[in-house]
């Protein structure tokens, strides 16, 4: 059973605009959410992270939503980049911290130039 | 190099020999992480170490499946008797803290490419 899913295989988006990555989770003991970045050829590199006590983090023009009632996170990427086109991973843990990730199947975002 | 070094980045075998794979983490890293990734999924948690120590070993599919870290650096996973369904992308990463810390986030080398013919 997939505990992390990402229901969008790929995303398109104009430059500038906003980009909206979305992931649900049905395991109710996660705890620890985290968004990888992943260029070809290369391993996923990180990119931001949320525990469950907050709702809301943001680095620079990436911010992540949690929603735990919902089971959902979402990845906001403002202004979008050429340079953002990539896959993005969800990850989740229930143990607080980096053991054992459960990773989504991930998005591949495409930036429009 | 600053980052995860894995090697062979390539490795194609014949179906039954036994494969092993090389890990070297960034320099001072105390966790090392393994991981699967199959085409078109994410990355599948394996097992993971705290310095020499192997913390969790429950994401190995079977006993054909071993790793090490003797001396809490470098790591090795070990395929033995490989199968066709172990062909996939197998991934190391390390991380500073230990892997209970929030702000030790994993870094991931890029990985060797396995294929049993």
């Known amino acids: 059973d997939q505990q992390v899913k990402q229901n969008s295989p790929s995303l398109s988006v104009q430059e500038g605009r906003i980009s909206i990555l979305n992931c649900d989770y049905t395991?109710?003991?996660?705890?620890?959410f985290l968004w990888y970045k992943k260029y070809p050829a290369e391993g996923p590199t990180f990119l931001i992270s949320i525990s469950s006590i907050k709702d809301k983090n943001e680095d620079g023009r990436f911010t992540v939503f949690l929603n735990k009632s919902a089971k959902h996170l979402s990845l906001h990427i403002v202004p979008s980049q050429p340079g953002d086109s990539a896959v993005y991973f969800c990850?989740?843990?229930?143990?607080?911290?980096?053991?054992?990730?459960?990773f989504g199947t991930g998005t591949r975002l495409t930036i429009i130039p | 190099g600053a980052g995860v070094s894995q090697s062979p980045r390539y490795k194609v075998t014949k179906r039954g020999q036994d494969v092993a794979l090389r890990c070297d983490p960034i320099?001072?890293?105390?966790?090392l992480y393994w991981y699967r990734q199959a085409l078109g999924q994410g990355p599948e948690f394996l097992t993971y170490?705290?310095?020499?120590?192997?913390?969790?070993k429950s994401g190995l599919p079977n006993d054909r499946f071993s790793a090490e870290r003797p001396e809490g650096s470098i790591s090795t996973l070990t395929i033995q008797r490989t199968e066709q369904r172990d062909s996939a992308m197998y991934r190391c990463a390390s991380s500073l803290g230990p892997s209970s810390s929030y702000n030790s986030p994993l870094h991931f080398g890029n990985g060797t490419r396995l294929t049993v013919t």
């Open positions: 395991n109710s003991m996660f705890d620890y």
């Open positions: 990850a989740a843990s229930a143990r607080g911290g980096n053991e054992k990730l459960t």
């Open positions: 170490f705290n310095y020499e120590a192997q913390q969790d």
């Open positions: 320099s001072g890293h105390v966790s």
